[in-house]
């Protein structure tokens, strides 16, 4: 930045000062707010697992049942439930007494939630959930209207006969995030081997289905998920279809802390 001299002006006059130190002033002020913009445009990039321009996940804002939930549980910080885990879950993988929980909210039309079940969740379980360390508790979160609550009720359905996982993988790795012809409830029921369709496709369109989903968007929501997947390792929020070692990373962390007399985060924090 250049300073222009007036006539009478010379580098040792007090005008050439004061025009010295009003530019400098200047020039720190542009450093101080370019700055600032970087750290405000860091803050508003999307959470892991996604890449320029993408969105990874839907937001709750869009699901026509956020109008039913309380304002209040929006800003409701996720607690455990005091009571033991439910040993009976169908909807739940691992021992009950795991030190480490993570539930899971997804939506079957999530194309994000489909990597984590094809990509991540199989390595999660063969490492942590087959050695007793880590429990999944799945949670129908749908979000994507008629057709993810569809294939919610239909999942609830199918775990009603205790083949939920079955009817998880099938409709994950089938892709059910782009419908075709024969992705449908009941082809997925098949696939997974449900014994009786009939009582699958009249459970699936009970109110009892309907209510149970209602329930769990509803816990979603007071736990703090907005999007899909949104996991909480005990506790702690995860969101997005994140690297795997993140979730290892993750996992080890809250094993450990599990088995510490001061355990510092997540549940232990209110147990």
């Not at 005008?15 to 445009?41: E, K, N």
């Not at 009817?167 to 997925?188: C, D, I, K, R, V």
Request: glycine share 8%; with cysteine; aromatic share 10%.
């Amino acid at each position: 930045m250049r300073i222009i001299l007036g006539a009478e002006e010379g580098p040792t006059s007090r005008a050439y000062r004061r025009r010295v130190v009003a530019v400098a002033a200047v020039g720190l002020l542009a450093v101080v707010m370019g700055i600032l913009a970087q750290f405000a445009q860091a803050g508003s990039a999307p959470t892991g697992g996604t890449s320029p321009g993408e969105t990874p996940t839907a937001p709750i804002e869009s699901h026509p049942r956020r109008d039913a939930v309380p304002a209040a549980a929006y800003s409701t910080p996720f607690v455990r439930p005091a009571s033991p885990v439910a040993t009976n879950d169908p909807m739940a993988v691992g021992r009950a007494d795991a030190p480490v929980v993570m539930v899971e909210y997804a939506d079957f039309l999530c194309g994000y939630c489909t990597r984590f079940a094809r990509d991540t969740g199989p390595e999660i379980v063969s490492r942590y959930v087959d050695a007793g360390v880590l429990r999944i508790e799945f949670r129908n979160f749908p979000i994507r209207g008629e057709g993810s609550d569809e294939l919610a009720r239909a999942a609830w359905a199918a775990a009603q006969q205790g083949r939920f996982w079955e009817f998880h993988n099938s409709a994950y790795q089938a892709g059910a995030y782009t419908p075709a012809a024969e992705s449908t409830p009941l082809g997925y029921a098949r696939a997974a081997g449900v014994p009786d369709l009939d009582r699958f496709a009249a459970d699936m369109a009970s109110p009892a289905a309907r209510q149970a989903v209602d329930d769990t968007v509803a816990e979603g929501v007071a736990a703090g998920a907005e999007m899909t997947p949104t996991f909480f390792v005990n506790g702690k929020k995860l969101v997005g279809a994140l690297p795997n070692q993140t979730f290892f990373d993750e996992i080890d962390a809250a094993a450990r802390e599990a088995r510490s007399p001061y355990p510092m985060r997540g549940y232990g924090q209110l147990l």
